[in-house]
């Protein structure tokens, strides 16, 4: 079974770019591509698709506002946010509203299909190097919600995803997604880095 793919951008060259990257690649098959938001919907609602890669900046209807209106109306469809590197800000809103990660507009080959892997996994994908600065720059603080910072402290504590829903009255669903989302807008791939990130940070 191969991975369908829709491809959401407004500029040619990079629908075509990313489309001849992915067209010989084993298990995954590009169903379509289309360069606004209404198009996309109205693809969506016909047509077999996996994964959804969004541009953030749609002529019509932005990329966080379609990835929340996937969301909705097509719980199953995954959405990967494409962006280049100015536009940092707008990807923790993209995770917020549902996107499993996103990608460089300039990744490599490897990249893309170790996102796609990532992400019909059930996973989370992000390019590592998406803070060229990283280093000798400090990391602004992630805007966080009241709930998630809950979650964080709890984190922080010790607690379990289970000990941690039954204290919030919420699911373990819930909590886990909470932590995903935690982990994606730290730039983290794990629980010890959070806390200390967030240690750091004067969040905890």
Known sequence: MSVKILIVDDHPLVLEGLKSL???????S??????NAIDAIAFLKVNEVDIAFLDINLPDINGIELCKKIKEQFPHIKSLALSTFSERAYVSRMIQNGASGYLIKSSSKEEILEAVRQVQAGG?????NFDQNAASSPKATPFLTRREKEVLLLIAEGMTNPQIA???????TTVNSHRQNLLMKFEV?????LIKLAAGSGLI
């Open 22 to 28: 992915l067209a010989n690649s084993e298990g995954i």
């Open 30 to 35: 590009v169903v379509g591509t289309v360069s």
């Open 124 to 128: 989370y994908f992000m390019n590592a």
């Open 166 to 172: 039954d204290k919030l009255f919420v699911s373990v």
């Open 189 to 193: 791939s794990n629980t010890a880095s």
